[in-house]
T-cell receptor, first 112, second 110 residues
Framework: DAGVIQSPRHEVTEMGQEVTLRCKPISGHDYLFWYRQTMMRGLELLIYFNNNVPIDDSGMPEDRFSAKMPNASFSTLKIQPSEPRDSAVYFC??????????FGSGTRLTVV | RKEVEQDPGPFNVPEGATVAFNCTYSNSASQSFFWYRQDCRKEPKLLMSVYSSGNEDGRFTAQLNRASQYISLLIRDSKLSDSATYLCVVFGGSTDKLIFGTGTRLQVFP
């Protein structure tokens, strides 16, 4: 099993541009989570899906952020327009249970 | 108040030392507890679950005190490879998602 796969590993973009982060969960895992990590705030849950359905998006900062899971093997997190304060490491995690998480390697986003 | 609170450290200890980390959580209805480890510029990985009776995994011992809403992790005979950030994690209660503390950084020196 290849684990949770995220792309890209690094993204540098200019303020105002659209950014799309991608995640492929572990096959058979019903839960998918998007987290953001910064030095100041640690790991924050943005949104999670169960069986491709968004369950809790209360952590999504604002309307500039959106997430989709069109099928069991793919999810995207989009930021439009991006701002410098969105700079962080974004992790995707999947699980076959509500709490047995496996994290991807993360996407390090820098907005200049 | 944060849902999960940890001392950020860093804890700087020599090889062979014993070191303990503490964590408190605010939701008394929380059901499950974990310690994750995160190496620099890597993803978090599950280190161990924490059971009510306390549990041990090699050099690592985890304890839970539900009355005080307190979790601890003890590392004996520290190795250089133990240098990492240790995240206290809580599940359940009013939410069915993992809540992470901001982590405690450990640096083991020769």
């Amino acid at each position: 099993d290849a684990g949770v796969i995220q792309s890209p590993r690094h993204e540098v973009t200019e303020m105002g541009q659209e950014v799309t982060l991608r995640c492929k969960p572990i096959s058979g895992h019903d839960y998918l989570f998007w987290y953001r990590q910064t030095m100041m705030r640690g790991l924050e849950l943005l949104i999670y899906f169960n069986n491709n359905v968004p369950i809790d998006d209360s952590g999504m900062p604002e309307d500039r952020f959106s997430a989709k899971m069109p099928n069991a093997s793919f999810s995207t997190l989009k930021i439009q327009p991006s701002e410098p304060r969105d700079s962080a490491v974004y992790f995707c995690a999947s699980s076959g249970t509500p709490y047995g998480y496996t994290f991807g390697s993360g996407t390090r986003l820098t907005v200049v | 108040r944060k849902e999960v609170e940890q001392d950020p450290g860093p804890f700087n200890v020599p090889e062979g030392a014993t070191v303990a980390f503490n964590c408190t959580y605010s939701n008394s209805a929380s059901q499950s507890f974990f310690w994750y480890r995160q190496d620099c510029r890597k993803e978090p990985k599950l280190l161990m679950s924490v059971y009510s009776s306390g549990n041990e995994d090699g050099r690592f011992t985890a304890q839970l005190n539900r009355a005080s809403q307190y979790i601890s992790l003890l590392i004996r005979d520290s190795k250089l490879s133990d240098s990492a950030t240790y995240l206290c994690v809580v599940f359940g209660g009013s939410t069915d998602k993992l809540i992470f503390g901001t982590g405690t950084r450990l640096q083991v020196f020769p």
